[in-house]
């Protein structure tokens, strides 16, 4: 999936990855995050608990890899009820690319590690419409504190 943006590339990348565990705190979605492990870089084991408002309590996220000059960034769901019992994990891919307005292009792969016989064919599409949602408010946000 592709998210554009006008932003920065560089300043969304710090803000969608680096930045994340503040932006992404809204009382419906994020309540906290936790490192359990880790200095935030590859290796780092975070426990994110959800708001009032999420179907969710909590997921543990383990960062897989992360390259700051090349704007990468994977990451692994590896437990918790965000994995619906359906799954062994979730890993997610994202690389920023500068567009030509100046802006960038989210690239956001996801692989879904099932566990034997099960579809997620809706889980995947409601996944993608919370990740643009989710982009689009960091954006938001961005373009209403350029100085964040």
């Given at each position: 999936?592709?998210?554009?943006?006008?932003?920065?590339a560089?300043?969304?990348f710090?803000a969608?990855?680096?930045?994340?565990?503040?932006?992404?705190?809204?009382?419906?979605?994020?309540k906290?995050?936790?490192i359990?492990?880790?200095?935030?870089g590859?290796?780092?084991?975070?426990?994110?608990?959800?708001?009032e408002?999420s179907?969710?309590?909590?997921?543990?996220?383990?960062?897989?890899?992360?390259?700051?000059e090349?704007?990468?960034h994977?990451?692994?769901?590896?437990?918790?009820?965000?994995?619906?019992?359906?799954?062994?994990?979730?890993?997610?891919?994202?690389?920023?690319?500068?567009?030509?307005n100046?802006?960038?292009?989210?690239k956001?792969?996801?692989?879904?590690?099932?566990?034997?016989?099960?579809?997620?064919?809706?889980?995947?599409?409601?996944?993608?419409?919370?990740a643009?949602?989710?982009?689009?408010?960091?954006?938001?946000?961005?373009?209403?504190?350029?100085?964040?």
């Amino acid at each position: 999936m592709e998210i554009p943006s006008s932003i920065p590339a560089a300043k969304m990348f710090k803000a969608l990855v680096l930045d994340a565990d503040i932006l992404i705190l809204m009382p419906q979605a994020v309540k906290n995050v936790e490192i359990l492990e880790g200095d935030g870089g590859v290796g780092t084991v975070k426990l994110i608990h959800f708001g009032e408002g999420s179907q969710y309590k909590s997921f543990k996220h383990h960062v897989d890899a992360l390259d700051i000059e090349n704007l990468t960034h994977s990451y692994s769901i590896v437990e918790g009820d965000a994995l619906m019992g359906i799954l062994e994990s979730i890993t997610y891919h994202i690389k920023i690319v500068p567009s030509e307005n100046g802006g960038w292009i989210c690239k956001n792969g996801s692989i879904y590690h099932t566990k034997e016989g099960v579809e997620i064919e809706e889980k995947i599409k409601e996944g993608k419409e919370k990740a643009t949602v989710m982009s689009k408010a960091i954006e938001a946000y961005l373009q209403a504190n350029p100085d964040a």
